[in-house]
């Protein structure tokens, strides 16, 4: 079973990214899949949350600017970012529970003029 995020850069305050969430080994579209982050000095936090019956939960720093979803004949996740903050920098990783957890590697957002 592997994860593997990609889609994080450098972007100026405003802009936007997408993060993809890339699965083999199970199946996205039926598993429980989380984003998370952990910025410089900072514990890993919860962002953005889809459960398997599709229902999205965001945390309360990123609610109205990101968004997450997942293709399941593609087996990908996605967190799609606006409105970027530099508040927003961190490595973010995708988490998916399917029978048990699995963690992917991370990527490094940086949000900076």
């Known amino acids: 079973v592997q994860l593997q995020a990609s889609g994080g850069g450098l972007v100026q305050p405003g802009g936007s990214l997408r993060l993809s969430c890339a699965a083999s080994g199970i199946l996205l579209g039926s598993s429980h899949m989380e984003w998370h982050r952990q910025a410089p000095g900072k514990q890993r936090e919860l962002v953005a949350t889809?459960?398997?019956?599709?229902?999205?939960n965001y945390a309360d720093s990123v609610k109205g600017r990101f968004t997450i979803s997942r293709d399941g004949a593609k087996n990908m996740g996605y967190l799609q970012m606006n409105n970027l903050k530099p508040e927003d920098t961190a490595v973010y990783y995708c988490?998916?529970?399917?029978?048990?957890?699995?963690w992917g590697q991370g990527t490094l957002v940086t949000v900076s003029s």
């Open positions: 988490y998916a529970i399917f029978l048990r957890s699995y």
């Open positions: 889809i459960t398997n019956g599709g229902s999205t």
